[in-house]
């Protein structure tokens, strides 16, 4: 029965219609009317239809025999990506994160000697830090942290560790302003940060950072783990890569 309601409600002239907006995209430097019926699988006539009725809704445009999509497109894009933010799009690939390793997957950016949180995927284990969207921790004992301040200019940077609050929150923590700057620079040459148990004790996290077009780092991702679960050793080989690939397509989304 379900099936056969999808069915009755499917459109299938709109899906036609939609495959005809994604051929044109492939082809911005147009296409005939001939080459889109051969492309799309429909007749003369069927593509003619689909044309006229994109060009006549201002979807495409007609240049002699040649038809290609308007900018009009890029004005529904850019309303649909003003509404919600980038964490909102980025969130199923940090759920495949996640998934992959049945652990939290976050995100956060820099507010002075802090990371905020933007976006977190729970893990099923329960940790004794609370955890949200608009938690602030501190940068120098977190993996995102680390990362981040890693693309600090010089000068940036140098003030941090000048001024900062450097807390132990565990025997594990790096208080001492050399080794956190050696840390640092070890983030910034690796292109990722490990923080073990300098957080929390029993908790260990892997962050990389996201980069705009610019090369400019933005925010991070990060796994956090059960230390039982995974060593160092492991989330360096294990985790890393898939944090590295869920990098590489939140850039190209979102700033390629």
Not at 165 to 179: D, V
Not at 216 to 225: H, P
Request: hydrophobic share 45%; aromatic share 6%.
């Amino acid at each position: 029965m379900e099936d056969k309601a999808k069915t009755r409600d499917h459109v299938g002239s709109l899906e036609r219609g939609l495959a005809v907006m994604e051929i044109l995209a492939r082809h911005p430097a147009g296409m005939t009317l001939t080459e889109m019926a051969e492309e799309a699988g429909l007749t003369r006539a069927g593509a003619r239809r689909f044309l006229l009725t994109l060009t006549a809704t201002g979807y495409a445009t007609q240049s002699g025999r040649q038809f290609s999509l308007s900018p009009r497109l890029l004005a529904i894009v850019r309303s649909w990506l003003g509404g919600a933010s980038l964490w909102t799009f980025a969130a199923p690939i940090m759920r495949d994160v996640a998934g992959q390793f049945d652990e939290a997957c976050n995100a956060a950016v820099l507010s002075g000697e802090d990371v905020v949180y933007v976006a977190r995927i729970p893990g099923r284990r329960i940790l004794s830090v609370s955890l949200d969207v608009g938690t602030r921790l501190p940068a120098h004992c977190t993996s995102m942290g680390r990362v981040l301040l890693s693309w600090l200019g010089a000068d940036e940077l140098k003030a941090f560790l000048a001024e900062a609050k450097i807390e132990r929150r565990t025997p594990k923590t790096i208080t001492s302003r050399t080794a956190l700057a050696k840390a640092i620079d070890a983030a910034r040459a690796g292109g990722f940060a490990v923080v073990d148990e300098e957080l929390e004790l029993g908790l260990r996290s892997i962050a990389v950072p996201i980069c705009d077009r610019a090369g400019k780092t933005v925010a991070a991702i990060n796994v956090s783990a059960q230390s039982a679960r995974f060593s160092v050793e492991a989330m360096e080989r294990d985790i890393l890569p898939a944090l590295r690939t869920a990098k590489q397509q939140i850039e190209e989304f979102f700033f390629v």
